[in-house]
């Protein structure tokens, strides 16, 4: 009897064990594609804001500094709009990027750690959006480095 009960409980920890163990694999393999979700979430948002300067290329000279002339009433509106939601964009994108840190994306989290800042500095108008309304609060340290540095 005692035999018996003793092969009982190795039986199941062993079940336990490969349960435990396929858990595991099956918890990874859901991070793996909520990270590879993201990162195309991410990728369709900011191709979004970026198919305004297809759709008005001579904007894209005013938003990046590029230009020396002042931009229209109506560009300067339009503009404004792509700053604000440029900043919101990034605010997400740093979000989510520190979230993916966690499970290992260094891949795709390095690349958008690099772009924010050369993002920021590229744009006055960005960044003068983000000082100006205090809604984006994860980047107003990079608008402070940048000002530091020149």
């Known amino acids: ?47 979004n804001i970026m198919d305004v ?24 509106v339009r503009l404004g709009v792509i700053a604000e939601q440029h900043a919101d964009w990034l605010e997400v994108l740093l979000a989510t990027t520190s979230q993916l840190e966690a499970y290992e994306y260094s891949w795709m989290t390095a690349a958008w750690a690099d772009y924010v800042p050369r993002t920021v500095a590229s744009s006055s108008l960005l960044r003068s959006t983000i000082r100006d309304q205090g809604e984006w609060p994860s980047l107003e340290p990079y608008v402070d480095r940048y000002e530091a540095s020149v």
């Open 53 to 76: 300067f297809i759709r008005y290329p001579e904007l894209r000279a005013f938003y990046f500094d590029q230009a020396s002339e002042a931009p229209s009433a109506s560009d300067s």
């Open 1 to 47: 009897m005692e035999l018996a009960a003793t092969i009982a409980v190795v039986v199941s920890v062993l079940v336990f064990a490969f349960q435990a163990r396929e858990l595991a694999r099956q918890s990874r393999l859901a991070n793996e594609v909520a990270g590879t979700r993201a990162h195309g979430e991410i990728v369709l948002h900011w191709k």
